[in-house]
């Protein structure tokens, strides 16, 4: 069985801009979670979704958006680059509606020049 | 809110000695889950071992095993006969059971393991 798979694994934009990041579950969960890993804050929680909803939100500006597909697959999206969106961002899948256990993608490492 | 406390920024072990991480939390629910993650290198987030707060025995997975104190609210990772693939950065989280905070891991800082040869 696949695991979580997230593209790309690394990615370089320029302030300002913006980027998609993907996340594939593992074939048969529906819930997928993202998270912001940064050396000062640590690890951050950003969004749910399960079954196409947006179940659960951190605290994080209206830059950062996000949305699961019919097939589970996620994307997260960042507005308007800044310097300190520079992080890895992680991914995590779970099979149920109660997250008993989080399976976690490689990550993708975003750099912000 | 919740939060996770990982006082330990790194530690070191010898190979096959024991090592424990220490964790502790802040809570006002009665049932939620507490989980230790690993992160090697490769920087994916591995699972090692949950617990249950409902549940008094400790959970305990091959060498890993945890000391729950839910009283206390501590929650620490007993690493057995350590070998060098334990080397890692090692999170301790805690999520909730149901309500508005379902699926949200709130995360420790983590502890850096080095395991020396």
């Known amino acids: 069985k696949a695991g979580v798979t997230q593209t790309p694994r690394y990615l370089i934009k320029t302030r300002g801009q913006q980027v998609t990041l993907s996340c594939s579950p593992i074939?048969?969960?529906?819930?997928v979670s993202w998270y912001q890993q940064t050396p000062g804050q640590g690890l951050q929680f950003l969004f749910e979704?399960?079954?196409?909803?947006?179940?659960n939100k951190g605290n994080f500006p209206g830059r950062f958006s996000g949305r699961q597909f019919s097939n589970s697959r996620s994307e997260m999206n960042v507005s308007t680059l800044e310097l300190g969106d520079s992080a890895l961002y992680l991914c995590?899948?779970?099979?149920?509606?109660?997250?008993?256990?989080?399976?976690f993608g490689q990550g993708t490492r975003l750099t912000v020049v | 809110a919740q939060t996770v406390t990982q006082s330990q920024p790194e530690m070191s072990v010898q190979e096959a000695e024991t090592v424990t991480l220490s964790c502790t939390y802040d809570?006002?629910?009665?049932?939620?889950?507490l989980f230790w993650y690993k992160q090697p290198p490769s920087r994916q987030m591995i699972l090692v071992i949950r617990q249950e707060a409902y549940k008094q025995q400790n959970a305990t997975e091959n060498r890993f095993s945890v000391n729950f104190q839910k009283a206390a609210k501590s929650f620490s990772l007993k690493i057995s006969d350590s070998q060098l693939g334990d080397a890692a950065m090692y999170f301790c989280?805690?999520?909730?059971?149901?309500?508005?905070?379902?699926?949200?891991?709130?995360f420790g800082k983590g502890t850096k393991l080095s395991v020396k040869p």
């Open positions: 074939s048969g969960h529906r819930s």
């Open positions: 989280a805690y999520r909730s059971i149901g309500g508005g905070s379902q699926g949200n891991l709130i």
């Open positions: 809570t006002s629910e009665s049932d939620y889950y």
């Open positions: 979704y399960f079954s196409e909803t947006q179940r």
């Open positions: 995590a899948s779970s099979s149920n509606s109660f997250n008993t256990e989080a399976f």
